[in-house]
């Protein structure tokens, strides 16, 4: 019997898996493109609110992840659909998906003397307010351009990376394509850059 060669996935194209997968938590925040430095100073002193608002796939949680990196032991809670996870104390806070909780539990939440960071799909600015707040919103999305977008794929790619050499790349005409097509919606750039990644027959850009 003739031994047959063994094909690795993605070798062809230098890398060891598909860079627009789904991401661990950890890589996901080590691989963002988002400027957060800015929070994380404020985020230390109780009473500070920063909200990542946004549609789904806009990069809340990226944020969120992002930010959590300076802060390691804080407690990070996502708030799944028709969950009502307790949230343990901790200072700062994070928590992903709040619009999920009812009115009464984020007064609860609220009250506590911390400061927050939240993703969340409505403008909860009021009702931080009421509670003693000062609110920073941050809409996920807004800071997407093409050359923001080359970087973000750039880092994804190199992250999967086989052996030294040439990698396939996104090019800037098709990140301003891809904008023009999904406009901030990163998830739904990412899923098409997963497909094409998936036929791609060998280096190129993309």
């Known amino acids: 019997m003739t031994n047959m060669p063994v094909s690795l996935p993605f070798a062809h194209l230098n890398l060891r898996r598909n ?22 100073e404020r985020l230390r002193r109780p009473g500070y609110a920063v909200q990542f608002l946004g549609d789904r796939g806009r990069g ?7 930010i959590r990196r300076h802060f390691p032991d804080a407690p990070y809670v996502h708030i799944g659909e028709g969950q ?6 901790g200072h700062p806070l994070f928590v992903d998906e709040i619009q999920r909780f009812s009115p009464w539990r984020r007064r609860r939440l609220f ?3 911390v400061s927050l960071a939240l993703g ?13 707040f000062d609110v920073e919103t941050v809409w996920a999305g807004a800071m997407l351009d093409a050359d923001r977008l080359c970087q973000m794929a750039a880092r994804r ?3 999967a990376r086989r052996a030294p050499g040439p990698l396939p790349q996104l090019s800037f005409v098709t990140a301003r394509a891809m904008i023009d097509r999904f406009d901030d919606n990163l998830r739904g750039i990412h899923a098409c850059l997963y497909d094409w990644f998936q036929n791609l027959r060998g280096i190129e850009d993309v």
């Open 111 to 113: 009250r506590r003397p």
């Open 84 to 89: 009502r996870p307790r949230i343990p104390k």
């Open 157 to 159: 790619i190199e992250s």
């Open 60 to 66: 809340k949680t990226t944020h969120l992840l992002a």
């Open 19 to 40: 860079p627009f997968g789904e991401l661990e938590p950890a890589e996901q925040a080590e691989l963002a493109v988002v400027d957060v430095q800015r929070h994380v």
């Open 120 to 132: 969340t799909h409505e403008d909860l600015q009021a009702e931080l307010a009421a509670s003693g």
